[in-house]
């Protein structure tokens, strides 16, 4: 479901909530073009390989049964990273610590 900027973030919320003791949440981020069909290969390909006006990201957001996604210009960058990397910090607090490994062997005086 392709949804704003900011009704991405709060959904995002409400999904690592969901997740928090069970599950996970997959988060894929890829340039997009604007164009939700492929390019046919009848026409010229330098047609089509001209870059955009305008660069987008796309943003999706899954936790196997429920899918959300956004599209980020690149004027809005710098405002929903700052609120995205908030909403990643608050949320992060259930991960695992790593272990530590210990020596196998330790150094042993010579006599």
């Avoid at 069970?22 to 939700?36: A, F, H, I, Q």
């Avoid at 949320?91 to 530590?100: T, V």
Wanted: glycine fraction near 4%; aromatic fraction near 8%; charged fraction near 30%.
């Amino acid at each position: 479901m392709l949804l704003d900027n900011d009704s991405f973030l709060t959904e995002l919320g409400k999904l690592f909530s969901k997740c928090k003791l069970v599950g996970s949440v997959t988060l894929t981020m890829k340039k997009y073009n604007g164009r939700s069909k492929p390019c046919p290969r009848t026409k010229s390909r330098s047609q089509y390989l001209s870059e955009p006006e305008e660069n987008f990201c796309l943003l999706r957001a899954s936790n196997g049964k429920y899918k959300i996604s956004t599209v980020i210009s690149n004027r809005e960058v710098t405002r929903f990273q700052m609120a995205y990397a908030n909403l990643l910090k608050a949320n992060m607090d259930g991960l695992k610590k790593r272990e530590k490994r210990m020596k196998t062997q330790k150094t042993k005086a010579t006599h």
